[in-house]
């Protein structure tokens, strides 16, 4: 079955600190990638999206993920993060040609110590 | 419109009973998805509309939950019989094309069955 898996349910950094949250998918076709993020009391939002070219995507707020297709990843990166990325943020996929219905991650809970 | 809109926010239900859930999509938008997220959980596709066209309900988990879109935009997603197990968030979505494009969320629907 097509799934996403998210290596970390909860991570807490201190600010300043450098963010890396991984993502895998399972699919073998060509597949549009996303990042979205749930801010506490707040709906899910559009942090960035990769759907062809450059593999190397960039996002709101200082945000950036990497596609890498051998590795059937999408890490989200940020050099710098802070309280204010206190969030949960979930990686998700949909497969061109398929529909556009998203298969979502389980989601990592981010909690920045200021 | 200024975003996607659902009501009611919360949903209290007894067991056995039918619950009506309401979607407005941003207006103009002509694809419709709805999601299910369940506690600790990424959102889990349900059913999907382009207009008024129901194309996708692989996602539905039983013949008790029913969505429909009469008139291509409203949408309204509805449990019979409600189980303890219906316990989630229904999360909205639309998307302006049925294309490559960016699903915008609605913050939800919570509902817990007692």
């Known amino acids: 079955a097509q799934s996403v898996s998210q290596h970390n349910h909860h991570v807490i950094l201190s600010e300043a600190a450098s963010l890396e949250l991984g993502c895998n998918y399972s699919?073998?076709?060509?597949?549009?990638l996303f990042w979205y993020v749930q801010y506490p009391g707040q709906h899910l939002q559009l942090l960035l999206k990769?759907?062809?070219?450059?593999?190397l995507v960039k996002g709101i707020k200082g945000f950036e993920a990497e596609f890498i297709k051998s590795k059937f990843s999408f890490n989200l990166r940020k050099p710098s993060v802070q309280w204010s990325d206190t969030a949960e943020y979930f990686c998700?996929?949909?497969?061109?040609?398929?529909?556009?219905?998203?298969?979502f991650g389980a989601g990592t809970i981010l909690r920045v110590k200021s | 419109g200024a975003g996607v809109s659902q009501s009611p926010r919360y949903k209290v239900a007894k067991r056995g009973q039918d619950v009506a859930l309401r979607c407005d999509p941003i207006?103009?938008?002509?694809?419709l998805f709805w999601y299910q997220q369940a506690l600790g959980q990424g959102p889990e596709f349900l059913t999907y509309?382009?207009?008024?066209?129901?194309?996708?309900k692989s996602g539905l988990p039983s013949d008790r939950f029913f969505a429909e879109r009469p008139e291509g935009s409203v949408s309204t997603l509805k449990i019979q019989r409600t189980q303890q197990e219906d316990s989630a968030v229904y999360l909205c979505?639309?998307?302006?094309?049925?294309?490559?494009?960016?699903?915008?969320f609605g913050p939800g629907t919570r509902l817990l069955v007692l």
């Open positions: 979505a639309s998307s302006s094309t049925s294309g490559r494009e960016t699903q915008y």
């Open positions: 699919y073998g076709g060509t597949v549009n």
């Open positions: 990769y759907f062809s070219g450059d593999p």
């Open positions: 998700a996929v949909s497969l061109l040609g398929r529909g556009n219905k998203l298969v």
């Open positions: 207006s103009g938008h002509v694809s």
């Open positions: 509309f382009q207009n008024e066209a129901q194309l996708d």
